[in-house]
């Protein structure tokens, strides 16, 4: 898979979907500012850098997906929840940037100066998130080579349902 900009998404998006995420987004903020306020700045930044928006997005897609292949007449729950998955699941890869982007801010922003830890900071993110979904790539790549039921199954048996018309 290559790593594209794709706008089209901007276009199909409800105007409540963009109010869900804001106010997701802004909780989850509120609760990271209580957590520092009660715990101190240290644990509220770890949850400062929740990707907030994940729980409303993955829902949506969710949502959507299911919508779609309902609107086909197809059953669309499995679809549904294997499209959120695979979101998720690259969330949680852009995760691992963010780790290090924290990481490198926290060693080295009492030794340089803040522009250059920031751009540092920044690069390290870029090249982890990166390298960690090319492997991801290469892994899912071969995995599927050598036995290709075992990563495609839930999302093939999620396509080929039978139209719930049809179902008895």
Same mark, same amino acid.
């Given at each position: 898979?290559?790593?594209?900009?794709?706008?089209?998404?901007?276009?199909?998006t409800k105007?409540y979907e963009?109010?869900?995420?804001f106010?997701?987004? #802004? !909780?989850?903020t509120a609760? +990271?500012?209580? %957590?520092a306020?009660?715990?101190?700045?240290?644990? =509220? $930044? /770890?949850? @400062?850098?929740?990707?907030a928006?994940?729980?409303a997005?993955?829902?949506l897609?969710k949502k959507?997906?299911?919508?779609?292949k309902?609107?086909?007449?197809y059953? #669309? !729950?499995?679809?549904g929840? +294997?499209?959120? %998955?695979v979101?998720?699941?690259g969330?949680?890869l =852009? $995760? /691992?940037? @963010?780790?290090?982007?924290?990481l490198?801010v926290w060693?080295?922003?009492?030794?340089?100066?803040?522009?250059?830890v920031?751009?540092?900071?920044?690069l390290?993110w870029?090249?982890?998130?990166?390298?960690?979904?090319?492997?991801?790539?290469?892994?899912c790549?071969r995995?599927?080579?050598?036995?290709?039921?075992?990563?495609?199954h839930t999302?093939?048996?999620a396509?080929?349902r039978?139209?719930?018309a049809?179902?008895?």
């Open positions: 898979m290559k790593i594209k900009v794709d706008t089209a998404g901007l276009k199909s105007w963009f109010v869900l995420r106010f997701m987004g #802004g !909780a989850i609760l +990271a500012g209580l %957590a306020k009660r715990f101190g700045p240290e644990i =509220g $930044g /770890l949850f @400062l850098a929740f990707p928006i994940v729980p997005t993955a829902t897609i959507r997906e299911q919508q779609k309902e609107r086909a007449g059953e #669309g !729950a499995e679809r929840r +294997a499209a959120a %998955a979101d998720v699941a969330a949680a =852009g $995760g /691992l940037g @963010l780790i290090t982007f924290a490198v060693l080295r922003m009492r030794e340089w100066k803040t522009a250059t920031l751009m540092m900071a920044t390290a870029f090249l982890v998130a990166l390298s960690v979904w090319q492997l991801r790539e290469t892994f790549r995995m599927r080579a050598h036995r290709p039921n075992v990563l495609t999302l093939r048996s396509v080929d039978k139209p719930v049809n179902r008895r």
